[in-house]
């Protein structure tokens, strides 16, 4: 350690731009791994907060809940601790200059997925819904008229609540008879019964017995399958993981060119009788403090950038999954190191020295 210690103090410029590297390395890994948390969690934050095990979809909705459509008769609650209804459809709101893509639930408020309000007034009356937050941000306002794309229908925002976004889309809850209302116009009353799914609570949803056109599907299931979500994780995953190879790669590379120069060096203190141990030793020592310190320098860049970034880039660190990479990150790296340490061992030093 003295060694690795004593030779990065004397040749400061150069193992500053090798920890300039792994800190940029570190610091891209860092902020995908926020921005995969991120984008996950606007795509099924609004299912989160259901704190639901499961939904009841029709077999051939292919677990897509627009695509499902029930009747409230379909299902009784058998065998289930708690049952709610869902209707669902998407939109575009318009109110002035502002307009926003948005997703509009239909939900009864004495059921267990009516979401807490966190500013204004629930909603009680045909044509009154509740905001997620975010649209607090695009300028919409508490009493603001809402006229949706494609159908002659008009909301009224009476309050906001927080964490509510699905599949992107900030949502809008809304009684039953409101999402009637904006689904079928003036023939609600004929299809009052109609919904998309059913949210269920229950310890066991391996029993819970359904009819032949009816699925059950765990909340886990019902989120990997929203449109686009896998895909978009396993491609920021994916990115992350070639960071790593990439960042063992360079850091790799560095170290034999670094290695090569020193051959000289090397063969002199060997024929001191220092052993390849203490060299290969001192070498995977200095690597780990580079390693440790370009990550702790990109941990604390990204941490900062987090601040000043606006609200509408979805980003959301997760600290205990950043720990893991950044001991991913010096894993790897150390492991790069081990080419350097092989051709420590193989330096003759008669050969090397010129003798």
Do not use: C, H
Request: charged share 15%; hydrophobic share 50%.
């Amino acid at each position: 350690m003295f060694l690795a210690w004593n030779e990065i103090k004397n040749n400061k410029l150069r193992f500053i731009l090798i920890v300039g590297v792994l800190t940029l390395v570190s610091y891209l890994v860092f902020f995908l791994s926020g921005l995969a948390n991120g984008l996950e969690n606007i795509n099924k934050e609004a299912v989160d907060k259901w704190n639901a095990d499961g939904i009841i979809l029709t077999e051939e909705s292919d677990i897509n809940l627009p695509q499902s459509s029930l009747l409230i008769e379909d299902y009784d609650g058998n065998g289930v601790s708690e049952v709610a209804v869902l209707g669902q459809l998407n939109s575009i709101a318009t109110s002035g200059v502002n307009k926003a893509n948005v997703s509009i639930f239909g939900i009864r408020d004495n059921e267990f997925i009516m979401p807490e309000v966190t500013e204004g007034e629930a909603f009680s009356e045909t044509g009154e819904v509740i905001a997620d937050e975010s649209l607090k941000n695009e300028g919409f306002n508490i009493g603001d008229t809402l006229q949706l794309s494609s159908v002659d229908a008009t909301l009224i925002i009476t309050g906001f609540t927080d964490k509510a976004k699905f599949n992107a889309a900030p949502v809008l809850y809304g009684g039953l008879d409101t999402f009637q209302y904006v689904r079928f116009g003036t023939s609600m009353d004929e299809d009052s019964n109609k919904i998309n799914a059913f949210v269920i609570r229950t310890e066991n949803i391996e029993a819970v017995t359904v009819d032949n056109s009816l699925q059950v599907i765990p909340t886990k299931t019902f989120i990997e399958n929203m449109p686009g979500y896998s895909e978009q994780s396993l491609t920021l995953t994916f990115m992350i993981y070639f960071l790593f190879i990439i960042s063992a790669v360079i850091l790799a590379i560095f170290l034999y060119v670094l290695t090569i120069q020193k051959i000289s060096i090397f063969g002199v203190m060997k024929a001191q009788g220092i052993s390849s141990k203490y060299l290969a030793v001192s070498v995977i020592a200095q690597t780990f403090l580079l390693a440790l310190a370009g990550v702790v320098i990109g941990f604390i860049l990204t941490i900062t950038t987090g601040f000043f970034l606006p609200a509408a880039v979805p980003v959301a660190f997760n600290y205990v999954d950043m720990l893991i990479y950044g001991t991913i990150l010096v894993f790897v790296s150390v492991l790069g190191a081990l080419f350097s340490v092989q051709t420590i061992v193989k330096i003759d030093p008669l050969k090397a020295i010129g003798g």
